[in-house]
Nanobody, 122 residues
Framework: VQLAESGGGSVQSGGSLRLSCAASGYTYRNFVMGWFRQAPGKEREEVAIRDSDGSTHYADSVQGRFTISQDNAKNTLTLQMNSLEPEDTAMYYC?????????????????WGQGTQVTVSS
């Protein structure tokens, strides 16, 4: 399984960015994909997850500002980030796990992309 993120960059507070994750090399019928982030000196944390049934789950800190979506072919995961804040600055990672259960912890995911940097200035 290969995951490749893109779309990161630098933006001012209040701005928007759109991250994409291209997934390949899997044949799973039931899987979960999500976005996680890690700021310097902090643990990796959940941002948004799209469960195997299509439902979505967001961290409280991004609820109402970020939107996770997946295309019909199920090979691209997108994170639309609006009203960005300096606290959103981090490396953002895409992750995938073959499961019917809905994993929330980074430790529950097997496959990871290389990450894309998001920097929000005040």
């Amino acid at each position: 399984v290969q995951l490749a993120e893109s779309g990161g960059g630098s933006v001012q507070s209040g701005g928007s960015l759109r991250l994409s994750c291209a997934a390949s090399g899997y044949t799973y019928r039931n899987f979960v994909m999500g976005w996680f982030r890690q700021a310097p000196g902090k643990e990796r944390e959940e941002v948004a997850i799209r469960d195997s049934d299509g439902s979505t789950h967001y961290a409280d800190s991004v609820q109402g500002r970020f939107t996770i979506s997946q295309d019909n072919a199920k090979n691209t995961l997108t994170l639309q980030m609006n009203s960005l804040e300096p606290e959103d600055t981090a490396m953002y990672y895409c992750a995938l796990e073959e499961t019917l259960i809905n994993p929330r912890s980074p430790d529950e995911y097997t496959y990871w992309g290389q990450g894309t940097q998001v920097t929000v200035s005040s």
